[in-house]
């Protein structure tokens, strides 16, 4: 089985600041690994995923998450937040050979200006 | 267009009645999800389907009965409700069932009173 810790429920940065989001699996098996954003009343929506290869992986608007085996996580950053990145970020997790996917709690990301 | 949809957006209905949420996709995916978001926006797997076949059916009361009458569409009916079912629910759907990449929908957000 699998399981997803997202170490902050909430970061607040301010716009233009550079921002880290981690994440740290559990897993007895390879994984696949997946963020994903929700913007305030919306669905999920993919924002990277490793499946292999380079273990740094880059997204949609400017996002970037780096796979590290030996310590098992998965840190999504960007170098310059904007206010519309303002949002809910979830980590999620799939075994290879699974077929679900296990989200971590979520954390909320909070830009001022 | 939009790729996987949600009817109703909103749903507000008293304890002990019966009630379902559809789902649709016109991406072409061969599996779909639903999942359940609870008011601390944990995620989690409710069922999958696969070309219409059950694959994931994760430990959820018989009151909820998912239904698939071909690929593109996967309905959930939820009899006798209580006020725990209070949640946003939302659909998703892959190519394949092994979670490479989940599309979700917008969210139903049911309110139990």
């Known amino acids: 089985a699998q399981s997803v810790t997202q170490l902050d429920s909430q970061v607040p940065v301010f716009e233009e600041a550079p921002v880290e989001l981690r994440c740290n699996y559990s897993?007895?098996?390879?994984?696949?690994l997946f963020w994903y954003v929700q913007y305030p009343n919306q669905g999920l929506q993919l924002l990277l995923k490793?499946?292999?290869?380079?273990?740094l992986v880059k997204g949609i608007n400017g996002f970037e998450a780096e796979f590290n085996k030996s310590q098992t996580s998965f840190h999504l950053r960007k170098p310059s937040v904007h206010i519309s990145d303002t949002a809910e970020y979830f980590c999620a997790v799939s075994g290879r050979g699974a077929q679900k996917l296990v989200f971590g709690q979520g954390t909320r990301l909070t830009i001022n200006p | 267009d939009t790729a996987v949809s949600q009817t109703p957006k909103y749903l507000v209905t008293q304890m002990g009645n019966d009630k379902s949420i559809k789902c649709e996709q016109n991406l072409g995916h061969d599996t779909m999800y639903w999942y359940k978001q609870d008011s601390k926006k944990f995620l989690k797997i409710m069922f999958s389907?696969?070309?219409?076949?059950?694959?994931i059916n994760e430990t959820v009361p018989n009151r909820f009965s998912p239904k698939s009458p071909d690929k593109a569409h996967l309905n959930l009916h939820i009899n006798s409700l209580e006020l725990g079912d209070s949640a946003v629910y939302f659909c998703?759907?892959?190519?394949?069932?092994?979670?490479?990449?989940?599309?979700f929908g917008p969210g139903t957000r049911l309110t139990v009173t």
């Open positions: 897993s007895s098996v390879s994984v696949y």
């Open positions: 389907y696969n070309n219409k076949e059950l694959i």
């Open positions: 998703a759907s892959s190519q394949g069932s092994f979670s490479y990449e989940q599309y």
């Open positions: 490793y499946l292999s290869g380079s273990t």
